[in-house]
C-alpha cells in the first residue's frame, strides 16, 4: 500500500469505536396511583471521524385509577 494512501486513512478513520449506555428506571405509587420514571444515555463513537452518535432519553407514566371503571393514564417520552 503506498504511504499516502495510508496517512490518507488514518485521517479519515478510527482504529475503534466503542460504545457506552447508561439506564436509570424508578418505579413506584399505591393501590389508586402508579408511575415509572426512565432516563438514558448511550454514545457510540464512528469508525468514520465524524460519524458519532449520542442519544438521550426519558420516559414519564403515570396511571391513576379514578373509579372501578374509569382509569387514566398517561405516557410522555422524549429523545434527543
Known amino acids: ?3 499516502y494512501y495510508t496517512q490518507l486513512y488514518k485521517f479519515y478513520y478510527k482504529e475503534n469505536a ?3 449506555q ?3 428506571s ?3 405509587g399505591n393501590d ?3 408511575y415509572y420514571v426512565s432516563g438514558g444515555y448511550y454514545n457510540q463513537e464512528g469508525v468514520v471521524i465524524g460519524t458519532d452518535f449520542e442519544r438521550f432519553s426519558t420516559r ?3 396511571v391513576a385509577d379514578l373509579s372501578d371503571r374509569l382509569k387514566i393514564s398517561n405516557n410522555i417520552t422524549f429523545v434527543r
Open 60 to 62: 414519564l407514566n403515570l
Open 32 to 34: 389508586m396511583n402508579s
Open 18 to 20: 466503542p460504545t457506552a
Open 1 to 3: 500500500i503506498c504511504p
Open 22 to 24: 447508561t439506564n436509570l
Open 26 to 28: 424508578i418505579t413506584g
